[in-house]
């Protein structure tokens, strides 16, 4: 008999482990010994001060930093983030706005506070996602953004009348027995809406960014709206009323004329089928019997309630003309309680035919030739008598550039058609405007009753950022080589603010933000010569 023993031993048996399954076993080891090792991540973050790794807000890294050097770190950033400048541009047109000027905030604690609480979940498993998400992905968070949205709202709407080959409505104005109809232009529109979810955007886009943001301004093409006779002839016609005084409640009425075309609807369509840009439609005007004029008397304007002065060049005559034609227009002005005073509407179109002559004016960012130059000193000047009296500002817009004639956001510019200067009386009582223009003084003076309180009236002006302007060398052969001229002499820009001040028995019972204003700097022009 054959021993299958050898030796005296035995032989053992392997048992072989199927390669799938050690590689789930492998993988199982894997996992659970990530998973405790993140479980022990995840308690020591748990315990630890400082956001985990590869966190950041709004771009800043704040990886491994305690709540407060993170808060620190994001509004260091946040102050030099500020100074710079969103740069708004169409064509030749450019303006730039500030973080500052927007009154910008951030909810830094808010986002700090986020950003700490990235795998510190109560739930350890939920805490082990982030983590892991954390590290495989990092987390980048934003702050929420909080902008003053009525101070937008004012950009964009100073952008819009200021912005070159803008689009001119048809427009119409009474000019004693004359309706005054001045064809529209074709022009550009602003995308209102489009601007500004671009500039929220920059604000967002340009946090922690080293340089300047440029937004090209969203604009498109329209025509005018057609002429509605019907529409004109409704707005124009009424009938005549007396002015009348009510003794118990001592109410003055004003008296309002009559107003009718002189000619029918159908001849009135007949002219305007003309290609003209100005059509003069006659009219036939219907006195009343009793003005205000014939019933006011001291009585009703007993107390000068504010004056203001600006001072101008009488010798220079074009623009002197334009001031004292517009004061003219102005003079004598009774304004009723809860009426509006318009600007245009009392001084109407600035023309040759009435008597305005050519004079510097602003236009499109440059200093140009235009009829009807100086009138804004008049619209400034009745501008603070004005807030002097505490009355309502209804629409003002300030100057592209600063003026001379009054300090920054002390001044109101008017461009016939497009920019309208209006308040509202607002007091109890009619109020009498005097205007005057002579001697290279321009005063105006409003006249009324005293309110049973009547408060003392502080304007003040302070500003908050100078904007330096630029040079710009042109080379020209007029000039010997190596002299210069100066051809336009540069001015800074500003960034100012306005309040009006109330007082009782010198006692400050309130302070009001009247505005809060850009001028653009004045690029200083220099000609070297080249001969």
Excluded: W
């Excluded at 109020?431 to 005063?443: D, F, S, T, V, Y």
């Amino acid at each position: 008999m054959r021993n299958n023993r050898s030796n005296g031993k035995r032989r053992t048996k392997r048992i072989e482990i199927p390669a799938s399954i050690k590689k789930v076993m492998i993988v199982s080891c894997i996992f659970l010994l990530t998973l405790f090792l993140l479980t022990i991540f995840a308690l020591l973050t748990s315990v630890s001060n400082k956001v985990i790794a590869r966190v950041s807000v709004n771009g800043c890294n704040v990886s491994n930093l305690t709540i407060d050097e993170a808060y620190q770190k994001l509004n260091e950033e946040l102050v030099e983030n500020k100074k710079k400048n969103i740069i708004l541009k169409y064509q030749e047109y450019e303006t730039t706005i500030s973080l500052e000027q927007l009154e910008v905030g951030y909810k830094t604690d808010e986002a700090v506070n986020n950003a700490y609480k990235i795998g510190r979940n109560r739930n350890i498993i939920i805490s082990n996602f982030q983590i892991i998400g954390n590290l495989l992905f990092g987390n980048k968070l934003q702050e929420s953004i909080q902008i003053d949205e009525e101070q937008l709202n004012k950009l964009i709407s100073d952008i819009e009348v200021k912005i070159p080959d803008s689009l001119i409505q048809n427009s119409y104005y009474i000019e004693n027995d004359q309706l005054i109809i001045t064809r529209g232009k074709e022009g550009i529109i602003l995308k209102k809406e489009e601007l500004k979810e671009s500039i929220i955007k920059a604000i967002e886009d340009r946090i922690y960014k080293k340089q300047d943001y440029i937004i090209t301004i969203p604009v498109e093409t329209k025509k005018p709206e057609e002429l509605n006779i019907e529409n004109i002839y409704q707005d124009i016609y009424k009938e005549a009323k007396d002015a009348y005084y009510e003794k118990e409640t001592k109410t003055l009425y004003k008296e309002e004329n009559g107003i009718d075309f002189a000619i029918s609807k159908e001849e009135v369509a007949k002219i305007l089928q003309e290609t003209k840009e100005e059509y003069i439609i006659p009219l036939t005007i219907i006195k009343p019997k009793v003005t205000v004029s014939s019933l006011a008397n001291e009585d009703f304007f007993p107390s000068l309630l504010a004056k203001f002065t600006t001072r101008y060049d009488e010798s220079a005559e074009n623009r002197a003309n334009n001031i004292r034609l517009s004061a003219e227009k102005i003079n004598g002005t009774i304004l009723m309680p809860n009426e509006t005073f318009s600007y245009n509407k009392i001084v109407g179109e600035r023309t040759i035919k009435a008597g305005y002559k050519e004079a510097s004016v602003y236009m499109g960012g440059k200093v140009v030739p235009g009829i009807g130059g100086g009138i804004c000193q008049v619209s400034s000047t009745l501008y603070n008598a004005v807030l002097l009296a505490n009355l309502e500002i209804t629409s003002r817009r300030n100057h592209y550039f600063i003026t001379s004639y009054v300090s920054a956001s002390r001044d109101a510019t008017v461009a016939y058609g497009s920019i309208d200067f209006k308040f509202k009386n607002t007091r109890s009582y009619p109020i009498k405007i005097e205007c005057i223009a002579r001697n290279g003084i321009c005063q105006v003076f409003i006249y009324g009753m005293k309110e049973e309180t009547e408060y003392d009236v502080e304007i003040i002006d302070q500003i908050t950022e100078v904007i330096p302007y630029k040079t710009k060398t042109i080379e020209t052969k007029e000039l010997a080589e190596g002299t210069t001229e100066v051809q336009q002499k540069g001015v800074n820009g500003y960034k100012s603010e306005a309040y009006r001040i109330l007082k009782l028995n010198g006692k400050v019972i309130s302070k009001t933000l009247l505005s809060k204003d850009s001028y653009n700097p004045l690029e200083e022009v220099i000609k070297k010569g080249t001969k």
